[in-house]
């Protein structure tokens, strides 16, 4: 399956410290995409990273990626209490495969 | 906002009512999807429209089917559904990737609904 799976599946942090999630996958991918989703809402996209490209920046964010080991991270750097939500990684294979979500991470940054 | 909106919010229907959930996009995209979010379950892929053709069908039972008028709507018109089918149901729309390139979605706010 070529889905992602978020590690850990809960975090709980202190604001002004960092977050790190990590996404596996087991297929070869395209891209990969990571979103956040504030609660009963819809989902967030934060940040796309190609199968060629290591690292990427967005403001606080910072997504890795390692295809060798199939694996991302998404770190989010001075979080704040507005960055609780939870993150999702979605794996895009070649050609015409729709993207495919994981169950994500629920994230808490408590003030 | 995501440029995406879904119609209702909200909706509590019984099991014998037939109801439609609205989604439009002011993005210029030409692919738009349905997704189905349960508890503690990955987000499901229902239906795919890439230039307003079906192209994806996830064994989706056919109390829910899907519309595609044109590309910035998209309606899935629901049926005799079951208690199980309470959900978040979300819209999304993206430019297609007949290019072979996925490219991000964007998503609208969903419609929660309970099936009593």
């Known amino acids: 399956s070529q889905q992602g799976e978020e590690d850990p599946q809960a975090l709980s942090i202190q604001e002004g410290e960092n977050a790190t999630m990590n996404c596996s996958y087991k297929?070869?991918?395209?891209?990969l995409q990571w979103y956040r989703q504030n609660s009963g809402r819809g989902l967030v996209h934060l940040i796309l990273?190609?199968?060629?490209?290591r690292e990427k920046h967005s403001g606080r964010l910072r997504v890795t990626l390692d295809t060798s080991k199939k694996s991302s991270s998404l770190l989010i750097t001075a979080s704040r209490a507005a960055d609780t939500a939870s993150y999702f990684c979605a794996t895009a294979g070649s050609g015409n495969t729709p993207l495919v979500f994981g169950k994500g991470t629920r994230l808490s940054v408590i003030a | 906002e995501t440029g995406v909106t879904q119609t209702p919010r909200h909706l509590v229907m019984g099991m014998t009512n037939k109801k439609s959930l609205k989604c439009e996009q002011h993005l210029g995209h030409n692919a738009m999807y349905w997704y189905k979010q349960s508890a503690k379950k990955p987000l499901e892929l229902m239906f795919v429209y890439s230039l307003e053709e079906r192209v994806e069908n996830n064994s989706v039972p056919s109390r829910f089917s899907p519309e595609c008028p044109n590309s910035s709507h998209l309606f899935l018109h629901l049926h005799t559904l079951q208690p199980e089918d309470s959900a978040l149901y979300l819209c999304a729309s993206s430019r297609d990737s007949s290019s072979g390139i996925v490219a991000e979605q964007f998503f609208g706010p969903g419609t929660r609904l309970t099936v009593l």
């Open positions: 990273i190609r199968s060629n490209e």
């Open positions: 297929t070869s991918i395209n891209n």
